[in-house]
């Protein structure tokens, strides 16, 4: 049973990563944005009542915020995932396991947060002994 749910966690890490990267991806909005005019220049836009109207544009401006919020996030992540490796890297007694590990399965994540939890509490014991 473990190994069907490794499996399906896998391959739901694939596909979440796939979207992602589409979410964010320029091209992607070029045709969400393609989508929302076509859309809004549908003759029955105008001939509805005005609060329709309203809630079109802003679904229309919800639905494009998606890929810009995605866009600016995948930067901002990778900006990060960048400075804390060149951090890691650049510290000789630093573990080099946490490196890339924005590329790790979450079963990784969660055993090495298992070790350092344990590193934290060695540590803790180690400055009390020393109160």
Do not use: P
Not at 65 to 94: C, D, M, P, T, Y
Not at 108 to 122: P, R, V
């Amino acid at each position: 049973m473990k190994t069907v749910y490794r499996h399906i966690e896998r391959n739901f890490e694939k596909i979440a990563s796939f979207a992602i990267v589409l979410l964010g991806n320029s091209i992607t909005f070029i045709f969400a944005l393609c989508t929302v005019i076509f859309w809004l220049s549908n003759k029955r836009f105008y001939t509805e009542d005005i609060h329709y109207v309203i809630g079109d544009l802003l679904l229309g401006v919800a639905f494009l915020s998606l890929f810009i919020i995605q866009k600016s996030f995948n930067r901002f992540s990778g900006s990060i995932h960048l400075k804390v490796n060149e951090l890691i890297s650049s510290h000789e007694l630093a573990s080099n396991a946490v490196i890339n590990a924005e590329i790790k399965t979450e079963q990784e994540i969660i055993i090495l947060s298992k070790e350092y939890a344990e590193l934290a509490e060695l540590a803790k014991e180690g400055k009390e002994e020393q109160i």
